[in-house]
């Protein structure tokens, strides 16, 4: 479960998830992570990160 940034209330599961690159750390890995859009009845849409790991 994941919090609403604006108004606090939470929100079971993700409408859409999906998998991206980021940016390389300082010995050149790279991070993989995994987003998810929530819908919050009250605020409307958020994005948070759900996991990450060094590819």
Known sequence: MR????????????????KMAGRPD??????ELEI???DCPKCGAFRKALSKRKI
């Not at 919090?3 to 999906?18: A, F, V």
């Not at 300082?26 to 991070?31: A, I, P």
């Open 3 to 18: 919090k609403c940034p604006k108004c606090g209330q939470e929100i079971q599961k993700p409408r859409k998830t999906w």
């Open 26 to 31: 300082r010995t050149g890995k790279r991070l």
């Open 36 to 38: 998810g859009l929530f």
